[in-house]
């Protein structure tokens, strides 16, 4: 009787902690101290009686990336990196310009969801999806026009209109990390 006891509060105990889980922020916010050498989910919080307005600020999202890959795209990120206030808060964006026929070639965010607006021009958008189909679901978009990119699935962009095109993005992670597809050929 004794050891049955013992087994249904054990069982209990994780069941009740597990519910006790807290999803929601426990603080008003948590800007990154970015001079601290700790890493844990994030960057550690800097001293909230340090904060300024700038720590949640980013001006130049207006403009297009100072450097054009060979692929023709500019990519502009504003992550947590740039705005220490996201820290801990899900979210980023980026912004991407693309020459004729510039190209966002295939790639994942390993953690994060992307939504996409087009600014200005066309663009074929497109993912494929996991196994078992592998299928290409893709669709040439124009401005005011949004595309959903799943987490972790490999997706692309590219111009298809006559002139530059400009989309704007938003991901589900303060830290959604890029993996660039590549292709290895044995020789």
Not at 134 to 148: A, C, E, Q, T
């Amino acid at each position: 009787m004794a050891k049955r006891i013992i087994i249904l509060s054990l069982i209990l105990t994780l069941f009740c902690s597990g519910l006790a889980l807290e999803i929601n922020p426990l603080q008003d916010f948590c800007v990154a101290d970015t001079t601290s050498a700790v890493r844990l989910n994030g960057l550690t919080c800097k001293n909230p009686v340090l904060v300024e307005a700038n720590d949640f600020y980013y001006g130049g999202l207006n403009l297009p990336g100072n450097k054009t890959t060979q692929s023709g795209t500019r990519v502009t990120s504003v992550n947590v990196a740039q705005i220490p206030g996201l820290n801990t808060l899900g979210i980023s964006m980026a912004r991407i310009d693309y020459i004729p026929g510039g190209v966002n070639p295939p790639h994942i965010h390993p953690r994060a969801t992307e939504i996409l607006v087009v600014v200005e021009g066309s663009l074929h958008v497109g993912f494929v999806t996991s196994n078992p189909e592998n299928r290409l679901i893709s669709r040439v978009i124009h401005m005011g026009d949004v595309f959903v990119f799943p987490v972790g699935l490999v997706h692309f962009q590219r111009n298809v209109g006559y002139g530059n095109a400009v989309a704007l993005l938003a991901l589900s992670s303060q830290n959604p990390g890029v993996i660039r597809e590549a292709i290895f050929c044995s020789s």
